[in-house]
């Protein structure tokens, strides 16, 4: 049984985490962009980031003071249990969500879409959101937050299968410079693309390959993998770079989802996480240890499960 | 070329303004206050009173709501701050600047020419970038106070009115001058000379849109 005494503590400890401390391998991949950007303007724009992640940490101030919209995955082994059960732990990550907007502080950006009623903690209708995943065995749970910007960078299109490669370049290319003009995306982003499912598996699809897999992961389909490095070429072969002025660097990494989907149809999304790609992880056990990490490990062999019945060994042998 | 830096008065003369460059690097000294589209309503729309002495006090406004929190105490603390895109803020911005004669406004992601030469130039007003658009950390550290936070009860922490004095606030970019030049469009014209070839192996989708255009030198805002 996990103490949801320490479900909480954890959730605010990694509010904190998240909205403060740059993940290590997106600080790798953006310092290895600045190394190879040269246009004066967006160097400038890199350089003054790696400053900005240093102020945020040696001050324990937020790194944007657009801190996003906070939210929640949770992962649990499939022997997990926790006290109170799930309207607890969402009880506690609401709790956490709220305190932490005042401590850290946060911006309290979640309002009412017509009416912008503002609870200044960052909670209300569906906010923040909470999702779930399974693994086949354990007795953790993993806590996940994200606090991803909110506004620009994300694009949905139905696509069909006569589209081909050649349709999904087009609609990739069109996001990056559409978003990416004038910066709105605030890149260089890591941008994840999802590919079928239904319209709204494919944004879930793409939104987790953006911000729950880390720079430098690769899809375990090797062809698939193979695209991610063309298409992280091909978006850093724009001539754009951060706010959009001409540079090289678009694309700190581009990772790839894909579900099942119609017979007729080849759904696709993209999403930019920002130059603040806030994500903190912990994974708490029934004894009370709490083991912090950056990489959500969402993808796992389990998720991407393609048979009827989960059979590790078969899954390993292809 | 060269990036120039330059400190600037948020209470700036005509010829300091008037001295600005596309790309030059500017830190503000002075007061700044932060105004979107709850206190442009507020101000213009339902005829508010602004609570402050513009443009004596500042000729800076700032799209911005900050990471913050007001204390039960009723004092501030104040972490990081970032800018919002001021494209959305088009429709007010006219009336505004005439209003309250700011010379700098600071925001993400410019306007477009046409708006710096129809109601910025002839006010005397150029745009500030932010930088990146995400160093919140580094321009809260130049928040050296909270003077003043105006109508949070009406407009919650968000939207409301904050006034803030700015030492060595930075770095933020010009981004238009009293030409009505853009910096933005500057760079996609010369980004787009380079587009034609990116696209090679690409083709548009079999089903299309309505009002898609397939110009990719077209502007997204304005």
């Known amino acids: ?318 | 070329m060269k990036i120039r830096e330059v400190i600037l008065s948020t209470t700036p003369t005509a010829e300091a303004v008037a001295d600005l460059r596309l790309g030059d690097i500017v830190y503000l000294d002075g007061l700044i206050y932060t105004a979107r589209e709850g206190v442009y309503m507020r101000a213009l729309e339902q005829k508010a009173n602004i609570p402050m002495e513009l443009p004596s006090q500042s000729a800076a406004n700032f799209h911005c709501s900050p990471a913050a929190v007001i204390r039960e105490d009723g004092s501030f603390d104040l972490g990081a701050v970032t800018a919002t895109a001021s494209f959305r803020f088009a429709k007010w911005l006219p009336e505004w600047i005439a209003k309250t004669g700011a010379r700098l406004i600071i925001g993400k992601g410019g306007m477009s020419s046409k708006d710096y030469k129809e109601y910025f130039v002839p006010n005397g007003a150029v745009y500030l970038s932010t930088v990146g658009y995400g160093t919140g950390a580094l321009l809260g550290r130049g928040v050296e106070t909270v003077e003043a936070v105006h109508w949070h009860e009406e407009l919650g922490i968000a939207q409301a009115m904050w006034v803030i004095r700015a030492r060595r606030m930075g770095p933020f970019i010009v981004a238009s001058n009293l030409d009505g030049e853009c910096l933005f469009e500057r760079e996609n014209a010369k980004i787009a000379e380079n587009l034609d070839r990116v696209y090679e192996g690409t083709k548009p989708a079999v089903l299309k849109r309505y009002g898609e255009t397939d110009d990719r030198s077209d502007e997204v805002i304005g």
């Open chain 1, 1 to 318: 049984m996990i103490p949801i005494s320490l479900i909480e503590s954890t959730a605010q400890t990694l509010m904190d985490k998240a909205a403060i401390e740059i993940p290590q391998d997106y600080l790798d991949g953006l310092k290895a962009a600045a190394a190879t950007e040269d246009g004066d303007l967006s160097s400038f724009v890199l350089k003054a980031m790696l400053d900005n992640y240093e102020a945020a940490k040696e001050d324990r101030r937020a790194m944007c003071g657009d801190t996003g919209v906070p939210r929640w995955f949770v992962k649990l082994g499939n022997d997990a249990r926790i006290e109170g059960g799930f309207v607890a732990l969402e009880a506690a990550l609401r709790r956490a969500t709220a305190h932490a907007t005042a401590s850290v502080p946060l911006r309290p950006n979640r309002v009412h879409p017509l009416w912008r009623t503002d609870h200044n903690n960052n909670v209300g209708i569906g906010a923040p959101e909470i999702e779930y995943g399974f693994e086949p065995e354990g007795e953790w749970i993993d806590l996940i937050t994200v606090h991803k910007g909110g506004l620009f960078g994300t694009d949905y299109r139905m696509l069909f299968p006569s589209d081909g490669i050649e349709g999904i370049k087009r609609f990739y290319l069109d996001s990056l410079v559409a978003f990416g003009k004038r910066g709105l995306a605030c890149q260089p982003a890591i941008i994840g693309i999802g590919l079928g499912g239904s319209k709204d598996t494919c944004m879930v699809l793409g939104k987790r390959a953006s911000i729950l897999r880390t720079v430098g992961s690769r899809n375990a389909d090797p062809k698939i993998a193979a695209m991610e490095d063309e298409f992280k070429e091909l978006g850093n072969s724009i001539g754009m770079g951060a706010m959009g002025f001409v540079g090289k660097n678009m694309v700190i990494d581009c990772n790839i989802e894909v579900g099942y989907c119609h017979t007729g149809g080849m759904q696709m999304s993209v999403h930019a996480f920002c130059l603040s790609s806030r994500r903190a992880v912990a994974r708490l056990f029934p004894d009370g240890r709490v083991e912090h990490r950056t990489d959500p490990d969402w993808f796992t062999p389990y998720q991407r499960r393609e048979t009827v019945e989960w059979d590790p060994v078969q899954e390993a042998a292809e």
